[in-house]
């Protein structure tokens, strides 16, 4: 995923951005990068690798040395930047978050109208933030530029470019990211995440439209596209992404996790014990769980959280696995002998919830059910890198539909993503017998939509039920 954080001041802004930055290090694992600008000195950047400590203990030394009344920052999964580019519309910084699908084509059609080269290389791929950029540069006029941009990528891109007038903020076409704005004296922000300037002393002025574009200055903020009708908001920054002091459209995320806690109750039948989160996204889907049905919420496992934070997660799959199972700390007297209803934000490849429960078994639980707090995910995420998946058939739904194939019978994909049918109960039962789960029930997606509580046109469900 990723996220970014930008400050225009009329004093110094650095002390800001490397805060608000830092409060997006849930967000991205791998790089993370900060660009100022000052009036005297010009554009300064840094840019760190956050594998193996985190963003302030990396960036400590530049908060420091690095001054400016702009700035903008990112939190990064996978690209380094912001990016310095010198260019026909003069020298900006440019940060972005989202995913382009048609990348050779676009290099292929840059190639033709006169680019001669890439500098920017992220793991052998050129850099998408340096591939937006170029195409920025194709336009007049840096708003031309960044709607020609939005417009020819096939995927989401939500973009920062910070100019020494100001930070453009250009909210993706069809806003499956948010965009936030915030205020305090002498001082503007926009933000990934609405909470990360709070604690700054800023307060909340809007949110973007989808494809809305704006310029941040430490004046104020001005419009320079209007906003679209049509929205498409990623459902899974609610259900996992999203910190829990969150809000995207009005919509709290740790509310939100309770809604959805609630409604998994409603539709349950078993009598567990006791009802517990996976930590940490998790915990609050359980919350509402135990709320709604009067079934004890404990934690029969502890996160050990001080040397394990989340930016210090792997991007190789097998390491993110091990790490995992070593974060968890198993509390033995609230395991042994107990029937255990375990929420987790969802079920990807499995093999963590597999490891997870046979850590249960292992530490002496009775039964272990599930229940993910979304649907089963059977279509690879193609706007924000959720999944870095190479493959679709690393998601376990689609694994065990290859198996049904395999047996002789037709895969109708649309009668898996409805949980009223006999197919799709079929799948969930292979699943969770897969897994070893005494029992497997996942959210229904009409029930998870409803737990957000905005218009199913305005949300995007496509890693559920393959809806565009």
């Not at 709320?291 to 190789?316: A, C, D, H, L, V």
């Not at 193609?382 to 999944?387: D, I, Q, R």
Request: proline residues 5%; contains cysteine; negative net charge.
């Amino acid at each position: 995923m990723g996220g970014f954080f930008g400050v225009a001041a009329k004093q110094d802004c650095t002390f800001d951005l490397f805060f608000g930055t830092d409060y997006h290090s849930h967000l991205g694992t791998r790089r993370a990068g900060m660009a100022v600008y000052d009036e005297a000195k010009g554009f300064d950047r840094a840019i760190h690798n956050i594998e193996n400590a985190p963003f302030r203990t990396k960036f400590d030394k530049e908060v420091n040395e690095m001054h400016g009344q702009l700035g903008i920052g990112c939190i990064s999964d996978y690209e380094p930047q912001p990016l310095i580019i010198r260019s026909h519309h003069g020298t900006y910084a440019i940060t972005t978050v989202g995913k382009i699908n048609n990348v050779e084509q676009i290099e292929k059609e840059l190639f033709q109208n006169g680019l001669s080269h890439f500098l920017e290389m992220s793991g052998g791929d050129i850099n998408a933030t340096e591939l937006v950029a170029s195409l920025v540069n194709q336009q007049a006029n840096l708003v031309e530029g960044i709607r020609y941009a939005q417009e020819m990528i096939d995927g989401s891109m939500t973009i920062l470019i910070m100019t020494p007038k100001g930070i453009y903020a250009a909210r993706d076409r069809l806003g499956r990211t948010p965009v936030a704005i915030g205020k305090k004296e002498d001082a503007y922000c926009v933000s990934f995440e609405s909470f990360a300037y709070l604690n700054l002393g800023y307060t909340d002025v809007r949110e973007l439209g989808p494809g809305e574009i704006v310029v941040v200055s430490p004046d104020g903020v001005h419009t320079l596209a209007a906003p679209g009708k049509d929205m498409k908001i990623c459902t899974f920054l609610w259900v996992y992404y999203g910190y829990p002091s969150s809000s995207y459209e009005g919509i709290s995320v740790e509310q939100m996790r309770y809604n959805c806690g609630a409604k998994l109750a409603e539709r349950d039948h078993v009598q567990p014990d006791i009802v517990a989160g996976v930590p940490d996204s998790g915990t609050a889907h359980a919350i509402g769980y135990s709320n709604r049905s009067g079934i004890p919420f404990s934690r029969p496992f502890i996160k050990y959280t001080p040397t394990w934070p989340r930016s210090f997660m792997p991007t190789i799959q097998t390491q993110r696995n091990l790490i995992a199972k070593m974060k968890l700390i198993p509390v033995h007297d609230l395991i042994q002998g107990k029937s255990l209803l375990l929420i987790d934000d969802s079920i990807v490849r499995g093999t963590q919830m597999r490891e997870t429960t046979e850590f249960l078994y292992q530490s002496g639980a009775k039964e272990v059910h599930i229940r993910p707090a979304c649907p089963p995910l059977l279509f690879g995420c193609k706007y924000l890198n959720f999944s870095r998946s190479t493959s679709e058939m690393e998601l376990i739904a689609r694994r065990v539909l290859k198996e049904i194939e395999e047996e002789g019978k037709t895969i109708d994909l649309a009668a898996y993503v409805d949980p009223n049918t006999p197919e799709y109960e079929d799948m969930v039962q292979r699943i969770g017998k897969k897994l070893n789960f005494t029992s497997l029930r996942y959210h229904r997606l009409d029930d998870m939509i409803e737990s957000v509580g905005i218009d199913r046109d305005k949300l995007c469900t496509y890693c559920w039920d393959g809806r565009e």
